[in-house]
Nanobody, 118 residues
Framework: QVQLVESGGGLAQPGGSLRLSCAAS????????MSWARQAPGKGLEWVSG????????YYADSVKGRFTISRDNAKNTLYLQMNSLKPEDTALYYC???????????WGQGTQVTVSS
């Protein structure tokens, strides 16, 4: 069945960088758009970034635009999120999902924790 496994989270200092990965299986990865979303303590789920199935178009929330880059390797069934110039407000649990937005029909991984603190 559908499985999404996020990894790459951890502790970073403000201004630092992290790269998240999402390993996908159980569906035709190359046929699906993919997204990253995050949830901070006490906050709702926030859509972060989405990418077309072939990687040809990428979109970002205003809060991360210019700092984060979404990409995918369809040969490896893997989605990535390169996070640069990290801020404390980026601290959250990060999820990947096999949809462009945050619809109810998508599948989700278990999340990977990102903490930005000095």
């Amino acid at each position: 069945q559908v499985q999404l496994v996020e990894s790459g989270g951890g502790l970073a200092q403000p201004g630092g960088s992290l790269r998240l990965s999402c390993a996908a299986s159980g569906f035709t990865f190359s046929s699906y758009p993919m997204s990253w979303a995050r949830q901070a303590p006490g906050k709702g789920l926030e859509w972060v970034s989405g990418i077309y199935s072939d990687g040809s178009h990428r979109y970002y929330a205003d809060s991360v635009k210019g700092r984060f880059t979404i990409s995918r390797d369809n040969a490896k069934n893997t989605l990535y999120l390169q996070m640069n110039s990290l801020k404390p407000e980026d601290t959250a649990l990060y999820y990947c999902t096999n949809q462009y937005g945050l619809g109810p029909s998508g599948s989700w991984g278990q999340g990977t924790q990102v903490t930005v603190s000095s």
